[in-house]
């Protein structure tokens, strides 16, 4: 079974907007990662936050932890179309020495 | 800058052929991982490796085998296809295990342009 869901699965928005995506995850962890895949490429990693961390920021990009609720979730500001790709959360497992993906989240930005 | 290469990009393969997937990178990274992913499922981890000569089954190991005779080069194969192993491969390498990234050398992933591989 995975061990990240991501909510929603899709989400349509028009340029300007917020978007916001969520995930959720079931053992414990050192740290979450998010990481984006255009269309047809390979995974590129966004922003990475530990465990003892409540929230980091990286530009337009936002993640909250929230460890007692196992969810974090990924606040993309004043979307551009450029956004549009999938977003997925990883956790490591496996004692830290694997990196376990989650189902994703297919972002759609209008113009 | 190459970075993560993976070859072939694509390939068809007939139920019961093998074939190998090539994964080199260029960044001096010690750890590799193979993934695969499918519509609906994410990436599911196949087989990884800590360090040459090294390797270590992931989530979806059935089916393939790897080798990483050479620190660059994490080899992915199948030796008897099926169509349920019609799917993009993902090679990924990284400098620090996933557990130990933090802020200051973040032990991130980096990923190849995946592998489209369909078997008939």
């Known amino acids: 079974s995975q061990q990240g869901e991501e909510d929603p699965q899709a989400l349509s928005i028009q340029e300007g907007e917020n978007a916001t995506m969520n995930c959720s995850y079931k053992t414990s962890i050192n740290n979450l990662q998010w990481y984006r895949q255009n269309s047809g490429r390979g995974l590129v990693h966004l922003i990475l936050i530990r465990s003892n961390e409540r929230e980091k920021h990286s530009g337009r990009l936002r993640v909250t932890l929230d460890t007692s609720k196992k969810s974090s979730s990924l606040l993309i500001t004043a979307s551009r179309a450029a956004d549009t790709a999938s977003y997925f959360c990883?956790?490591?497992?496996?004692?830290?020495?694997?990196?376990?993906f989650g189902t994703g989240t297919q972002l759609k930005v209008e113009l | 800058n190459a970075g993560v290469t993976q070859t072939p990009k694509f390939r068809v393969l007939k139920t019961g052929q093998s074939m190998t997937l090539l994964c080199a990178q260029d960044?001096?990274?010690?750890?590799m991982y193979w993934y695969r992913q499918d519509p609906g499922m994410g990436l599911r981890l196949i087989h990884y490796?800590?360090?040459?000569?090294?390797?270590a089954k992931g989530e979806v190991p059935d089916g393939y085998n790897v080798s990483r005779l050479k620190k660059q080069n994490f080899l992915l194969g199948l030796e008897s296809a099926a169509p349920s192993q019609t799917s993009v491969y993902f090679c990924?390498?990284?400098?620090?295990?996933?557990?130990?990234?933090?802020?200051?050398?973040?032990?991130?992933?980096?990923f190849g342009e995946g592998s489209r591989l369909t078997v008939l």
């Open positions: 990924a390498s990284s400098t620090l295990l996933p557990g130990l990234a933090d802020f200051a050398n973040t032990g991130e992933l980096f």
């Open positions: 990883a956790t490591d497992t496996g004692g830290g020495n694997k990196l376990t």
């Open positions: 490796s800590v360090g040459e000569g090294t390797t």
């Open positions: 960044m001096n990274h010690e750890y």
